[in-house]
């Protein structure tokens, strides 16, 4: 028996059948993956502060560097966990951390009594966790939902847009003492109808963390709406 034989007759044939069941449940089942991938990403920042509350400041230290490269984690603008507030303002951050510096403030986590901030910021806990809700209620409205026109998506957009571009332009002026942190010109359009604590600073109920809440969630929805609508008919064909 030759070389080649031997080769030949210990070749196994290819379990074709196997795979193209595996990939068939993949592309029929692609929607509850994509939310179950996203309902991880979104509820990983939260288990952070849990891991510090245990003790595990390891394995939490390493979830807040993984999404300190997608947020910027100020914790003025953060909820924290395990502590007095769910929101603490910057002088109190001040007190605790010893420095309004944009990287020092990063980089504080919390303590035990004020608790520990969870690993993204407000904004982006709107934005992903509306992402993450839009896609489970496309898996209820799949037969019904059209995708969301483009144009209509990039109005929808524009609020976070203005919102987030205006909050960077105010920190240039120095964290804590830009337009956005006074937000004097609010005070003067609603002719200080409202309590202080409205209009000034990142704190719960305040003008600021509204509009991040509802910005964020807007765009998030806007998000799913346009994009899992837009996938499903590349996966299945006959699918209008």
């Not at 993956?33 to 390891?58: D, E, H, Q, R, S």
Request: one cysteine or more; proline letters at 6%.
């Amino acid at each position: 028996m030759t070389s080649n034989n031997l080769v030949q007759g210990s070749t196994q044939p290819y379990p074709n059948g196997t795979i193209n069941r595996i990939a068939a449940w993949i592309l029929r089942h692609w929607l509850l993956m994509a939310n179950v991938l996203i309902g991880i990403y979104v509820l990983t920042p939260f288990v952070a502060p849990l891991f510090m509350k245990a003790g595990w400041a390891g394995p939490a230290r390493a979830i807040y560097t993984v999404y300190s490269t997608q947020c910027h984690q100020l914790p003025q603008r953060s909820y924290f966990l395990f502590g007095a507030s769910l929101t603490y303002p910057l002088d109190r951050i001040n007190a605790a951390r010893g420095s309004t510096e944009v990287w020092t403030l990063r980089e504080f986590i919390g303590n035990e009594s004020m608790g520990y901030k969870v690993a993204w910021s407000d904004r982006m806990i709107s934005l992903y966790t509306s992402v993450w809700i839009g896609g489970m209620l496309y898996a209820l409205l799949r037969r019904w939902l059209r995708p969301l026109p483009l144009a209509l998506t990039a109005v929808l957009l524009v609020p976070i847009l203005l919102d987030g571009t205006t909050h960077f332009l105010a920190d240039l002026q120095g964290i804590g003492q830009g337009f956005r942190d006074t937000n004097a010109w609010l005070r003067t359009l609603t002719n200080n109808a409202l309590p202080t604590s409205f209009y000034a600073g990142d704190g719960w109920g305040s003008f600021n963390s509204l509009m991040r809440l509802w910005t964020g969630a807007l765009a998030g929805l806007a998000l799913a709406w346009v994009v899992f609508p837009r996938i499903d008919p590349l996966i299945h064909h006959d699918r209008p």
